[in-house]
Structure formats: C-alpha cells, structure tokens
C-alpha cells in the first residue's frame, strides 16, 4: 500500500508531502504509519512505514533521513544519507544532492517543508513553540542560502499541526514565547480560563517565514489534534492520561 501525503501548492509537485497517521503497518496506539523510530512500537515496522513514505515520493527509502529532534535550532548539512536511527541532534536538515530525502516527525508540532527549485535547494524543519521562537526556521533558511538558495527563491509550507482552538497554554509558555519575540503577542488570544490562552503556532511560523523574507509562504491549516483517525497528536494523548503514542512523517526531495 502506498500512503498518500498532503502537498502544498507551493511546493514542487511529487517531490514532497505531509504523510498522515494512515497506510501503514504498525497496530495498536500506532497505527498505522507510525515512522518515528524513537518510541515503544517495532522497529521492523517503523522501517516499512517509513520505506512507503519514500517509495510515495519516488525515493529510495534508504535514502531517507531523519534527525534525533531536540526543539532546538541546530540544522544538519546532509550530504548522504546515514543509517536509520543515526541522525544527528538537529531539529531541520539542508541539502542541494539529487535523492536524498528530509524527513521530520510530528505530533502537533509544526512541520515545514522548504525548497528553491531554481537552485536545487530543499529543507526541513521541526517547529515546535521552543524551537519555532528560538529560530530554528531562520536558522533553515540561512543553511539554505549557503549552498546557493535565495530568500525569494525559497518556497515555505507550514504543514498539519495543533490549531490555535486546540492549543491551550499558561502563562509560563506564554512569557517563554514573548521574552524571545515580543512581536508574537498577537498570535495569542484569551481562552475560557484564567491566565491561559490559545496559541497559533502556524501562524507564528508563517510569520517568522514572511519576515525572514521567504519567497511564498503556505499554511495547509490541518488540525492535528481535531482528527484523531488521521493524525497523531501529543496534546490528545496527553489529555486521555498518556501511553504510547506514534508520529507522522513530512518528506522533502530533490
């Protein structure tokens, strides 16, 4: 069974996609395409899911790259592939070499997806709320433009996420956020209880994407939580009590 991802229209066509929680084979919390290999579900099986991720994209799976994400801002030149499960502790990936595949897992955090076609250019970043006001998306960007990219050339999807109506957070996220960049107050709006808000984590990454001077810009503006049957989410599983939980994969080539 081939998955089929979600794309962005800004983004090259077969090249790229935003893989769901479905068309894979892992059971249990992780059905079906689970590819992170960093939790409890079988290796054996992360591998099939991930190697049908790359095969939908037209890629060798051993081609495709992970990273051990941190919700940092450090990004990885990738210039071959390494074996699954070695990647370094980055939360993006660079590279300009025919073949290799991005890969980033998700579960509420943001995935985006980045490339200059002109140049031959892709990338691929983790943008959780630390890593997304750290930097770790201008930090993409400027790898990027070092081997050849241009602000304008580059093409920017923000993929499925937590949705600001599903994103409830305190205070002390909320300061966390603002210390680092004051300007992001308006991506928070009052929730029902006191003291708390809801965050539009796309929304702020799209920002940060259009003042870096990022060419185009896309949100696909697909609520992670809000759609258990399609996607994995970390808030869900937390507000259910815990247990294991899966990850989807976002793919980007050349």
Known sequence: MIPTPLTAACLPAGRHGFFS????????????????????????AVLENRARAARALGAEPTMLVGLTQVHGIAVARVTQAWAPGAGPRADAAVTDRAGVALGI??????????????????????????GAAAGVLEATINAMLALGATRAGIA????????????????????AVLALDPDAAGF???????????????????????????????????????????????????????????????????
């Not at 897992?105 to 630390?130: E, I, K, N, Q, S």
């Open 21 to 44: 929680r479905r068309g894979g084979v892992s059971e249990g919390p992780f059905a079906s395409l689970n590819c992170s290999l960093s939790g409890q579900d079988a290796r054996e």
């Open 105 to 130: 897992v998700t579960a509420d955090c943001a995935p985006v997806l980045f490339a200059d076609a002109a140049r031959g250019v892709a990338g691929a970043a983790h943008a959780g709320w630390r």
């Open 156 to 175: 920017a999807a923000v993929g499925p996420c937590i949705a600001q109506a599903s994103y409830e957070v305190a205070a002390d996220m909320r300061g």
């Open 188 to 254: 928070f709006t009052d929730a029902d209880r006191p003291a708390h808000w809801r965050f539009d984590l796309a929304g702020f990454c799209a920002a940060r994407l259009a003042r870096a001077g990022t060419g185009r810009v896309e949100i696909l503006g697909v609520d992670t939580l809000a759609h258990e049957k399609t996607f994995f989410s970390h808030r869900r599983r937390t507000l259910a009590g815990g247990g294991p939980i899966g990850h989807q994969i976002s793919v980007i080539t050349i």
